[in-house]
Structure formats: structure tokens, C-alpha cells
């Protein structure tokens, strides 16, 4: 089978090729997708903004 001389070996090496494009394909369908909004990150940006300033003025 593939002229690699041993059935296990060329089970290895097409296994191998298997995974590699499987690997290939999962990173091109979620290439773009965001694991947090960047509006909740803007909106907790602005809370810890708020409760600094409110902070600083009682001091």
C-alpha cells in the first residue's frame, strides 16, 4: 500500500494526512469567530472607568 513496505505504516501516514486537513478544515471554519464581544468588554471598560472616577472623588 503506498510502496511503504508495511500495511501499519501506510495506515500511519494516511491517518496522518486525515488529520492534518481535518485540523485545516476546523481552523478555516472558525477562523473569524470571536469568543467575547467586544461590546460586553467596552461595557465592563466603562463600568470599572466609572466606579475609579467615583473612587477618586471620595478620596
Do not use: H, P
Amino acid at each position: 500500500m503506498l510502496g511503504l513496505g508495511d500495511f501499519w505504516v501506510s495506515l500511519v501516514f494516511i491517518l496522518l494526512i486525515l488529520s492534518t486537513l481535518l485540523c485545516v478544515v476546523y481552523g478555516a471554519i472558525n477562523w473569524n469567530k470571536d469568543g467575547v464581544d467586544d461590546e460586553i468588554i467596552q461595557q465592563e471598560e466603562d463600568r470599572w472607568e466609572k466606579d475609579e472616577r467615583e473612587i477618586e472623588d471620595k478620596l
